[in-house]
């Protein structure tokens, strides 16, 4: 069976700016596929790319093994998405609005078909109620249940947690989840926040200004001894008089005020605790700094371990 989608040496540019700059990737069947990068990085360019919405510079896109070039109609057949915000009907109910979006897709659907499709997004007991009056995220899911309504193979969600509170955040997190395992959809989903997508993605592609910069599961991506801790002190002066003595020292990445950053192994962080305490250290907090501009920051700085001396 080919890949659900097969991007080979994909570029987009705009006058001189490469938004999109060379990139391939696959997405396979029963993926949830994480599209991460940071604000401008290219998501929504390839996204539209895959969606047929804007053409390539050069390369090519196959989605269910066939070029999207040739085969574009019976490909979206097959594909749901939702990019920026849904455009939803507010003065109909939900109901009405799926109804609606069933028609023009030429589906006929009943209200007993058309409330399974909303329970799916968890919003059947409010089916009746007017878009208005519901909250962003409740949008979001009815955005995803329109894209849904044609029982597509493949969802594609650009940024579908963007201004989302943390319970409507959770809420699309879950949904993502379901959509995989008991739908069997494969999902690609972008977003500029590494731990939305690690939650979720069962393998992610991280992109940079355009650019592949790694592509795998989570595990095999995020070296331990490249993790960067975040140690927050009381007496800033004297913990970087201290470190600069000791063996952290080659090992600190950057200082903001009482704000230390320490690229390190993970199993050597009892180490760093019982030193920053016999150096006197008052430590506020100490803590892994899991985020995309850690992940780069990690990637640019070079990897080295603690030797430790022996006690
Ligand atoms: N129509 C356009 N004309 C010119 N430049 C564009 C156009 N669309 C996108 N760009 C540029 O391409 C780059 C990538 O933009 P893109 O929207 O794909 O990024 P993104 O990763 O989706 O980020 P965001 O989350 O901020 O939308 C940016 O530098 C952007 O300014």
């Keep these: 069976m080919p890949p659900v989608i097969t991007v080979n040496h994909l570029s987009k540019y705009y006058q001189d700016i490469k938004a999109v700059d060379d990139i391939s990737f696959t997405v396979n069947k029963g993926d949830v596929y994480g599209f991460l990068g940071q604000n401008g990085a290219g998501k929504s ?15 090519t896109i196959e989605i269910f093994g066939m070029d999207i070039r040739k085969h574009r109609e019976e ?17 109909l109910s939900a109901l009405e609005n799926l109804r609606l979006f069933a028609k023009l897709s030429g589906l006929k659907l009943s209200d007993t078909q058309l409330m399974l499709q909303l329970e799916r997004v968890d919003l059947h ?32 969600l650009d940024e579908p947690t963007n201004g ?4 409507g955040i959770a809420d699309i997190r879950q949904l993502i989840v379901e959509l995989s395992r008991e739908h069997g959809k494969t999902v690609l989903v972008s977003s500029h926040l590494l731990n939305e997508i690690e939650l979720t993605a069962t393998r992610m592609i991280i992109i940079n200004k355009g650019k ?35 063996v952290w020292k080659s090992l600190l990445v950057q200082q903001e005020a009482n704000l230390f950053t320490i690229r390190m192994n993970e ?12 150096m006197g250290v008052a430590i506020n907090s100490l803590q892994p700094r899991h985020s995309l ?17 022996a006690n």
């Design 45 to 59: 360019t390839t996204i539209r790319m895959l969606l047929t919405l804007i053409q390539p510079t050069a390369g």
């Design 75 to 91: 490909i979206l057949r097959q594909v749901g998405a939702v990019i920026e915000r849904p455009d939803l009907y507010k003065y």
């Design 125 to 156: 007991q409010r089916a009746h109620s007017k878009v208005h009056t519901f909250s962003q995220g409740m949008k979001q899911r009815l955005g995803i249940a329109v894209a849904l309504v044609h029982d597509p193979q493949l969802v594609i």
């Design 164 to 167: 989302l509170d943390p319970q």
């Design 212 to 246: 592949k910069m790694a592509e795998g599961a989570l595990k095999e991506m995020f070296d331990p001894s490249k993790m960067l801790i975040e140690l927050r002190v009381a007496n800033p002066d004297h913990t970087l008089q201290q470190l600069q003595q000791s």
């Design 267 to 278: 199993t050597d962080i009892p180490r760093l605790i019982a030193d920053l305490v016999s």
């Design 293 to 309: 501009e850690a992940y780069f920051l990690s990637l640019t700085t070079s990897n080295q371990h603690v030797d430790h001396p």
